[in-house]
């Protein structure tokens, strides 16, 4: 009896994980408000084009924070669009109907057209 305690225990503790797992209600974050970047004027001028992407936190109350940027191939790219995340406004994130901060990624491409 006793070799089976252990057996019992780590099949009650999974059982247990997968329930929790499967009553889990999860939703990512909805942008409600999106504002794109200003392309930066001497890239614009030089016929630069390229893109940025940024890493942020939506918090409980949808709101952009924590944004930087990740990778970009101009440096005024990077701050056009960590600009420009920091303005969007969101519904939060929610786990079982509560809203939580998410961790977020946007990409921005920045093509010059007529």
Not at 7 to 24: D, N, R
Not at 60 to 82: I, Q, R
């Amino acid at each position: 009896m006793k070799r089976l305690y252990p057996v019992l225990i780590i099949a009650l503790i999974m059982a247990m994980a997968i329930g929790a797992c499967q009553s889990t209600n999860l939703a990512a974050p909805r942008a409600i408000t999106q504002v794109r970047p200003v392309y930066p004027f001497e890239c614009r001028r030089t016929g630069l084009t390229g893109f940025a992407e940024v890493e942020f936190i939506v918090d409980t109350t949808g709101k952009v924070t924590e944004a930087h940027a990740t990778s970009a191939n101009h440096p005024l790219f990077a701050a056009a669009a960590v600009t420009a995340i920091l303005k969007w406004k969101f519904e939060p994130g929610r786990v079982d109907g509560r809203p939580v901060n998410t961790k977020n990624r946007q990409r921005f491409s920045f093509d010059i057209t007529p």
